[in-house]
């Protein structure tokens, strides 16, 4: 296997399995390997001067791939050898972190922290890294520093600014609310008081509405009742004020009804009695008062019927146990077993 192949399947099996980073896996690798070409690529890494899948898979020896590599790669094929030699030269390599350091340039060339945490051994290009291009990396060095969050809040790097903002001091991030991507603002919904977050309740990333309906005031969320995004009224029906609810009893989206039909007191159902979504129907059912089930007894839905059988007067009850469905008669029977003696079972 080629040296600069060897070092970038090593590395790939160190990310795929952290606990192997300190173990020499170019040797392990180049004596359980030795003798096969291995190209790691994608079909779009391939050049078109070079063969695709035309010819069968070649290899020089029998020893099978470990399932880490086989995890940690994109794809693997072994060919033959005059594929190697027309497609080497041009294989990228730039994908992957490690890259720079194959080539024999220094990773942190040029870093701001070069000659402070990097030369006390508190920052790791491979292991805690903010300039890498991993956010398990960059959330790591975050954690460990979090007085340098607030240098990367105007960094070009979208993932950056959004890790740097879950640990960067709160009025310094006010600034990213109006942030181009939508990730920083997430990020900023989670973290702002409350009371500084009316100004993303128009953003329009719906999950960052989401985050602002999750942690607004109660009383401030009557504006976001009117949102396009039906999920957002969702979490607002959730926790909207009961005496609020009633005015999204008429929502046109199911979800937000059932939410109201599971919110609302008993008394404030009558207005959700014959919805025009069976589920929306069942909860009314299992929680209405009485009288209101009742009237919920002829329903079409043979499961609203027996949630209403449940609550119903029993004296409304007997007419159905005669009813289509075995399970409202039996429930039926049970009411008037409970109130009324051991009258005949119903078939």
């Known amino acids: 296997m080629e040296p600069t192949l060897l070092a970038l399947v090593a590395d790939y099996v160190a990310a795929a399995n952290p606990r192997l980073a300190d173990i020499d896996l170019q040797t392990q690798l180049r004596s359980k390997f030795d003798g096969l070409r291995v190209v790691v690529c994608s079909d779009d890494d391939v050049p078109p001067t070079c063969p695709r899948r035309t010819r069968a898979p070649v290899a020089t020896s029998t ?4 399932a880490s590599i086989a995890c940690a790669s994109r794809a693997k094929r072994m060919l033959p050898a005059d594929w190697w030699s027309a497609c080497a030269p041009t294989m990228r390599t730039e ?16 870093c701001r922290h070069a000659g402070t ?18 956010g398990r990396r960059m959330d790591r060095f975050f954690r460990q520093h979090p007085d340098q969050a607030e240098a990367y809040l105007g960094d070009d790097h979208w993932e950056r600014r959004a890790i740097a903002a879950r ?20 990020v900023v919904a989670t973290r702002l008081p409350p009371e500084q977050l009316e100004a993303l309740m128009q953003d329009p990333d719906r999950e960052v509405r989401i985050g602002v309906a ?18 957002v009224r969702v979490v607002v029906a959730r926790r909207l004020p009961h005496g609020k609810l009633p005015k999204l009893a008429a929502d046109p989206e199911r979800e937000v009804r059932k939410t109201v039909a599971q919110r609302l007191p008993a008394f404030a159902l ?29 329903d079409e839905d043979w499961l609203v019927r027996l949630a209403a059988v449940e609550r119903a007067p029993v004296a409304a009850v007997r007419r159905h ?19 009324h003696g051991h009258p005949e079972r119903a078939n």
Do not use: K, N
């Open 95 to 110: 994908r992957h972190p490690r890259a720079a350091a194959v080539s024999g340039a220094d990773p942190c060339a040029g």
């Open 117 to 134: 945490l990097l030369a006390a051994g508190d920052c790791d290009p491979q292991d805690v890294c903010a300039a890498a291009h991993s």
């Open 321 to 339: 146990l005669d009813d289509p469905e075995a399970e409202v008669r039996q429930a039926a029977w049970q009411r008037l077993q409970h109130g």
């Open 63 to 66: 020893t099978s791939m470990p």
């Open 270 to 298: 009558g207005r959700l009695l014959f919805d025009h979504e069976a589920e929306v129907r069942r909860i009314v059912a299992s929680r209405a008062l009485a009288a209101d089930a009742e009237r919920m007894l002829e």
């Open 214 to 231: 999750h942690r607004l005031d109660p009383e401030r969320l009557m504006p976001l009742a009117r949102d396009p995004d039906y999920m």
């Open 167 to 186: 640990h960067a001091p709160l009025d310094s991030i006010v600034a990213l609310i109006e942030d181009r991507d939508e990730a920083v603002r997430r």
